[in-house]
């Protein structure tokens, strides 16, 4: 079993930019495929992106162009750089880990979850 742990979040202006960071442990990362979900005040949990075994990622559309998934597999962690952030994209953003192979965009498909870092974006 897997245990992650986010990192980075924070208050950023419209424009700026932010590195998240999931740090891994318990499990063999190497097997797990990987996403960012997140969740605004009032509104369901949305996938963002996902990274395979070999990365290969995909993203969802509002963030396409903007956000990068990546993973180091020698130090277990999963980042997430967001650029160009606006308002929008304001909410509480969760690491992830499923077993599934491929990229997985629900989140009943991820088995394993971290406690969430807050990401706010001013106007």
């Excluded at 318990?26 to 075994?53: C, H, L, N, S």
């Excluded at 997430?80 to 077993?99: F, G, H, I, K, W």
């Excluded at 990229?103 to 106007?123: D, F, I, N």
Aim: glycine residues 10%; positive net charge.
């Amino acid at each position: 079993q897997v245990q992650l742990v986010e990192s980075g979040g924070g208050l950023v202006q419209t424009g700026g930019s932010l590195r998240l960071s999931c740090a891994a442990s318990g499990g063999t990362f190497t097997t797990y495929t990987m996403g960012w979900f997140r969740q605004a005040p009032g509104k369901e949990r949305e996938f963002v992106a996902a990274i395979d075994r070999i990365r290969i990622t995909n993203y969802a559309d509002s963030v396409k162009g903007r956000f990068t998934i990546s993973r180091d597999n020698a130090k277990n962690t999963l980042y997430l750089q967001m650029n160009s952030l606006n308002p929008a994209d304001t909410a509480v953003y969760y690491c992830a880990a499923s077993q599934r192979f491929g990229l997985p965009v629900r989140s009943v498909e991820y088995a394993y979850w971290g406690q969430g870092t807050q990401v706010t974006v001013s106007s």
